[in-house]
């Protein structure tokens, strides 16, 4: 079974939008800076206040890695992880694995959209229960 994400203090509530379908995106109540990933602390200002906004879930591939070899069993090799940049602020990034492309096809600069990818339960286990059962990946648009 693919392994669920670990949330903390700080992505918990982003966790839950995923579950969702949103892709939110925080800002600092003070300085208006956009952060992702959540984080309780503003790096522009020092501010502990934040809100939360819709994102558009938007992106374009800024990096990636095809993995050749099968760490895990959730994850047999080969597959491909993505740096994308985000549509709605300069250097902001997520992470995911690319859905329904070939990674021979990517490039830097290729657009990307969210893609919220349902997790199977584990073990019987109600969703949810052992972590996030949505997580995001990122399909190539057009």
Do not use: I, K, M
């Given at each position: 079974m693919r392994p669920r994400p670990a949330p903390d203090r700080d992505s918990a509530y982003w966790w839950e939008a995923v579950r969702d379908r949103r892709f939110l995106v925080q800002?600092?109540?003070?300085?208006?800076?956009?952060r992702f990933p959540p984080r309780e602390v503003c790096a522009v200002c020092l501010s502990l206040e934040w809100h939360?906004?819709?994102?558009?879930?938007?992106?374009?591939v800024d990096g990636w890695t095809v993995t050749r070899r099968t760490f895990h069993p959730a994850f047999?090799?080969?597959?491909?992880v993505?740096?994308?940049a985000l549509d709605d602020a300069p250097a902001?990034?997520?992470w995911g694995g690319l859905a329904g492309a070939d990674p021979a096809d990517l490039r830097r600069g290729l657009p990307?959209?969210?893609?919220?990818?349902?997790l199977p339960p584990e073990n019987g286990?109600?969703?949810?229960?052992?972590?996030p059962d949505v997580v995001?990946?990122?399909r190539p648009l057009g």
């Open positions: 800002y600092c109540a003070d300085c208006r800076s956009p939360w906004h819709q994102g558009t879930g938007t992106g374009t047999p090799a080969p597959y491909t993505l740096r994308v902001l990034y997520c990307v959209e969210a893609e919220f990818t349902e286990r109600p969703p949810g229960e052992d972590g995001v990946d990122w």
